[in-house]
């Protein structure tokens, strides 16, 4: 049946609800993907820096629960150029069991695009700069994700990043123009029915959920920085690398990344050069606030959306809220 919610992306994928479940690293695992398929989107388990044995668990657990149909896995691309290990496993599993969607961000698509195609499955690209486009293009990407710096997470600093409002429709308009079949989903903000729906009107194909989905039941996120999040609002994240320092990630510029702004950040976003020179005083704070779940220290990650996060439900509850909101809202155009 066709609704105010029907898109190319849920017609590609049969979905109820024009939603990807972000691929988020350590939160993403097989309960939240499998709980999304189940709930009518695209479940992505978030492989992350790829660590072969987290992978292989949780993309198991994913399929055991929902079978192929929506399931599919992501990767930090530059972390491929170390060790491919856990997408090629993936993509060497027997051709029923294979994601029926791969997405890479932050790096150079182009060397893993030829394996993922031959698996047959969907390639999806995140960006962040109309400037990447056509990189993602080269590397044959079926789907282009448009990050902006609202997102949760890694992604473009504040130098180099692209508001959600104004990057997806541009990218829309520049997508139509140079390759019209390529799928667009925005990422960064969408967290309830009004954003999604927005989403759309930008002329997005559908929205890819971070920060909203890694507050559910089923997400991996710490319970103590779940609570953390319900008690932030939208003011209270910021973009920097003090995370990546304190965490030993050796993310390359012009990434950086999101999270609650919390003591110890404040401590030294304003010093990130000292930081990155004399860290370990910083990081024993840090490891002992992971240690004893203190999100003082410990980071909590999600992007400005925790704003609009109230409560800690489950993923299908989510859904069914976003997919009501949405379809009234646009039923109200
Ligand atoms: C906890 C968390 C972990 C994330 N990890 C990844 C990751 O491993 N790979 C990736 O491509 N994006 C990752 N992201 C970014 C998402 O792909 C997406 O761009 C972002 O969540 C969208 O914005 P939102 O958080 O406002 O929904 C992560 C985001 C969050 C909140």
Redesign the pocket.
């Known amino acids: 049946m066709t609704t105010a919610l029907s898109t190319r992306f849920t017609d590609r994928f049969q979905l109820s609800t024009p939603v990807a479940l ?4 350590l ?1 993403s695992g097989g309960a939240l993907a499998s709980a999304t398929a189940r709930a009518g989107a695209l479940g992505l388990v ?1 492989g ?1 820096y790829g660590d072969l044995a987290w992978t292989q668990r949780e993309y198991t657990l994913a399929l055991s629960a929902m079978g192929t149909g929506r399931i599919g896995c ?1 990767f ?1 691309t530059w972390k491929l150029d170390e060790d491919a290990s856990a997408l090629d496993w993936v993509l060497h599993l027997p051709p029923e069991d294979r994601p029926r969607a791969l ?1 890479l ?2 790096g150079d698509p182009r060397p893993y695009a030829a394996r993922i195609a031959k698996a047959g499955c969907t390639l999806i690209c ?1 960006i962040q700069r109309l400037e990447q486009a056509p990189l993602a293009l080269e590397a044959g990407a079926d789907i282009i ?1 448009a ?1 902006g710096v ?6 473009m600093n504040a130098l180099n990043g692209r508001a959600t409002l104004t990057f997806v429709p541009e990218l829309a308009d520049w997508l139509s123009a140079h390759s019209p079949d390529t799928l667009l989903l925005a ?5 309830d029915g009004r954003t999604l729906a927005a989403a759309l009107v930008l002329g997005a194909d559908g929205a ?5 989905l ?1 507050a559910t039941t089923e997400s991996l ?1 710490p319970e103590g920085a779940k609570t953390q999040a319900v008690h932030t609002d939208g003011d209270g994240t910021a973009r920097s690398a003090v995370f990546d320092i304190l965490r030993r990630k050796n993310w390359p510029a012009p990434y950086d990344f999101r999270a609650i702004r919390n003591e110890l950040h404040r401590t030294w976003e304003e010093r990130i050069d000292a930081l990155r020179a004399a860290p370990e005083a910083a990081r024993a704070a840090y490891d002992a606030g992971v240690a004893a779940g203190d999100y003082r220290f410990a980071h909590a ?5 925790v704003g609009l996060v109230h409560d800690v439900p489950d993923a299908a509850t989510v859904l069914q809220q976003m997919h009501t909101e949405a379809q009234q809202r646009l039923g109200e155009r």
């Open positions: 972000a691929p988020m690293a939160a978030g992350g992501g930090i997405m961000s932050f995140q994700v990050q609202e997102a949760g997470g890694h992604g990422a960064g903000g969408i967290a890819l959920v971070g920060s909203r890694w996120a990650t999600v992007g400005e959306a």
